[in-house]
């Protein structure tokens, strides 16, 4: 858990007079944010598309020294590396945009456009075709380079939580880019463009962002993300459910007690996954529907498991006051028993509404 959000920023003989070059984000949640501070104290500037934004998004972006822009057009013309950052819902329409910018634009140098969402191989595969961008599945020898318009297409995820400044603790991984460690996720990528290879400044860049190229086919770190998060993420519905039922038979301080006294760190790992979901949730029901298709076109397994995690994030966002809770504004759900219990009181209005016993 960070212990502070204050960005000491890099050591001043580290960052250049001038940006290495400007990086767009889309958009400035928790994560996007996070990753601008991380960029503009290692000596890029970091640009944004702020039309119809959130008045939130417009003070993480003024927060994060973000240059504020009112289209896309203008964003592809302006930074020569975009990442897409947004609840996986929205990272086809958000990509589709990218592709309708790239169109109007006057812009002839490439632009790298890396999808960081959390999306099944198939669905990376279909963004990339909107690029032109053929989509081997599986083999390397069939990864060919995309030839037709401006826009680069590269396939990546985030492993682990935003970036934090080198005054934090965390428990994720660290680089030592600026001579100070700030805090990182690993970002896999994948696809015929790896980020470290791009002149001039890849290098660099790959190593602020903890970039790691790990296949030419697109596909692969999405792949990569949907099994990682089978096991973070859908812990958390599996977590949530057995705290819920839990409290409803008067027995979560047992499970509390059992879990401290049996398995090694399984308290604190349950306490951060149920406290930690709630304000996620909203955006966890499409990526657990991804996960079912993930492990069902490419693993040849059954979706019932993740469609199942889906349901409980759905239920956790739409039927309780736990749906309206922010990140860094939280007011419910702040301990495993709050959370337990708004989850009871929303199962208790469903039931009353459908006028049966049980949720479906």
């Given amino acids: 858990m960070a212990t502070s959000t204050t960005d000491a920023g ?3 003989g580290d960052v250049p007079p001038q940006p290495r070059t400007t990086i767009g984000i889309i958009s400035l949640g928790d994560m996007g944010s996070g990753l601008a501070r991380l960029l503009v104290a290692h000596g890029y500037a970091v640009a944004t598309n702020v039309f119809g934004r ?6 993480r972006a003024v927060r994060a020294d973000v240059q504020l822009l009112q289209s896309d057009v203008e964003l592809i013309e302006a930074c020569d590396v975009i990442l897409s950052v947004v609840p996986p819902r929205d990272a086809q329409a958000t990509a589709q945009r990218i592709a309708d910018a790239a169109i109007l634009s006057t812009r002839t140098a ?3 456009f890396a999808d960081l969402n959390a999306v099944s191989p198939a669905t990376c595969r279909s963004i990339a075709a909107l690029f032109g961008t053929p989509s081997p599945s599986t083999s390397p020898d069939d990864a060919e380079t995309d030839t037709d318009g401006i826009v680069r297409f590269i396939d990546g995820s985030i492993l682990g939580g935003p970036p934090s400044p080198p005054t934090t603790t965390t428990t994720t991984t660290t680089t030592t880019t600026t001579g100070e460690a700030w805090t990182v996720p690993l970002l896999p990528t994948s696809g ?3 980020i470290s290879l791009i002149p001039t400044y890849g290098a660099h860049l790959a190593a602020t962002l903890h970039t790691k190229h790990i296949s030419p086919c697109i596909g692969a770190a999405s792949g990569l993300k949907m099994c990682f998060a089978s096991l973070s993420k859908g812990y958390a519905a599996i977590a949530i459910q057995a705290t819920t039922t839990a409290h409803k038979l008067g027995i979560l301080p047992d499970l509390q007690d059992a879990l401290r006294e049996l398995v090694p760190g399984g308290l604190a790992r349950m306490e951060r996954a149920v406290v930690g979901a709630p304000p996620k949730a909203y ?3 499409r990526e657990m529907e991804e996960i079912a298709a993930t492990h069902a076109d490419e693993g040849g397994l059954a979706a ?4 199942g995690a889906a349901d409980v994030f759905r239920f956790v966002a739409d039927e ?3 749906g309206g809770e922010k990140v860094g504004k939280r007011v419910r759900g702040t301990t495993v028993e709050d959370v337990a219990v708004a989850i009871g009181e929303g199962v ?9 016993k049980g949720v479906s």
Wanted: net charge positive; aromatic share 8%; glycine share 2%.
């Fill in 10 to 12: 890099p050591k001043t």
């Fill in 54 to 59: 959130s008045q939130d998004t417009l003070i």
């Fill in 110 to 112: 490439p632009v790298y």
């Fill in 192 to 194: 015929p463009h790896d």
């Fill in 283 to 285: 955006r966890w029901v």
């Fill in 304 to 307: 019932d498991l993740f469609l």
């Fill in 320 to 322: 309780t006051v736990l």
């Fill in 348 to 356: 208790e209005r469903k039931r009353r509404r459908v006028g049966k």
